[in-house]
T-cell receptor
Framework: GQQLNQSPQSMFIQEGEDVSMNCTSS?????WLWYKQDPGEGPVLLIA?????ELTSNGRLTAQFGITRKDSFLNISASIPSDVGIYFC????????????FGKGTKLSVKP | DVKVTQSSRYLVKRTGEKVFLECVQD?????MFWYRQDPGLGLRLIYF???????EKGDIPEGYSVSREKKERFSLILESASTNQTSMYLC??????????????FGPGTRLTVT
C-alpha cells in the first residue's frame, strides 16, 4: 500500500539545538499533518497543512507543505527537554476513502 | 477542545477471552477510527466508521470487530484474544471529509497485554 518515508528514524540532540525532520512520498498529497506522541500517550495534532508551499508555525514549531506536494518538513527551534517524543507525519492523497497514511515516526531525544 | 476518551489505559487479558475496548468523543465527529501501534510497524488501521451503524475494514481487520450504535461511541471487540494482539490501541475521530478537513484527534490509548 501507500507509504510515507519519514526521516530520520531517531535523533539525539542537545538542548537549545534546532531540529529538522521530513516526510516524503512517491505520490502527490493534498494534506499533510504533523503529530507528536509522548511516551504512553496518544498522538497530539501539532500542525495541519492544506496548500502546496504553505508554511505554518505553532510556537517553536514550523512545518512546510512541499511545493511538489510529495513532501513535508517539520522544524523545531531551540529544543527543550519536553520536546522529547515521537513525531509523526500523516498525509491524505484523495484515496483510501479519505483516511490518513502515517509515517513511522521520528524519535527525538533531548539532552539537557 | 476535542476530547477523545478510551475506557482503559491498561488492560491484561487471557488468551481466548473476549475483549471490549470503548472509545467516546465529544465533538460530534462523524468519523471514528481504531488503530493499533507496534514498535517498528507504526500506526495500522483496523476499522473505521463514517456514521452510526456503518463500519469499514481497514488494513488489518482480522481477529477484530467493531460496533457503532451511537455517534459518539465506537467499540473495538476482540472476539477471542490472542497473544499477537498484545499492542497499544488508539482510537481517533474526525469530521466528515466533506468538511474539507482530514485532521484526526486521538485518545490516550489502551495498552493491552494478552497472556
Amino acid at each position: 500500500g501507500q507509504q510515507l518515508n519519514q526521516s530520520p528514524q531517531s535523533m539525539f540532540i542537545q538542548e537549545g539545538e534546532d531540529v529538522s525532520m521530513n516526510c516524503t512520498s512517491s505520490s502527490i498529497f493534498n494534506t499533510w499533518l504533523w503529530y507528536k506522541q509522548d511516551p504512553g500517550e496518544g498522538p497530539v495534532l501539532l500542525i495541519a497543512l492544506y496548500k502546496a508551499g504553505e508554511l505554518t508555525s505553532n510556537g517553536r514549531l514550523t512545518a512546510q507543505f512541499g511545493i511538489t506536494r510529495k513532501d513535508s518538513f517539520l522544524n523545531i527551534s531551540a529544543s527543550i527537554p519536553s520536546d522529547v517524543g515521537i513525531y509523526f507525519c500523516a498525509g491524505q492523497n484523495g484515496g483510501s476513502q479519505g483516511n490518513l497514511i502515517f509515517g513511522k515516526g521520528t524519535k527525538l531525544s533531548v539532552k539537557p | 477542545d476535542v476530547k477523545v476518551t478510551q475506557s482503559s489505559r491498561y488492560l491484561v487479558k487471557r488468551t481466548g477471552e473476549k475483549v471490549f475496548l470503548e472509545c467516546v468523543q465529544d465533538m460530534d465527529h462523524e468519523n471514528m477510527f481504531w488503530y493499533r501501534q507496534d514498535p517498528g510497524l507504526g500506526l495500522r488501521l483496523i476499522y473505521f466508521s463514517y456514521d452510526v451503524k456503518m463500519k469499514e475494514k481497514g488494513d488489518i481487520p482480522e481477529g477484530y470487530s467493531v460496533s457503532r450504535e451511537k455517534k459518539e461511541r465506537f467499540s473495538l471487540i476482540l472476539e477471542s484474544a490472542s497473544t499477537n494482539q498484545t499492542s497499544m490501541y488508539l482510537c481517533a475521530s474526525s469530521w466528515d471529509f466533506n468538511h474539507g478537513s482530514y485532521e484526526q484527534y486521538f485518545g490516550p490509548g489502551t495498552r493491552l497485554t494478552v497472556t
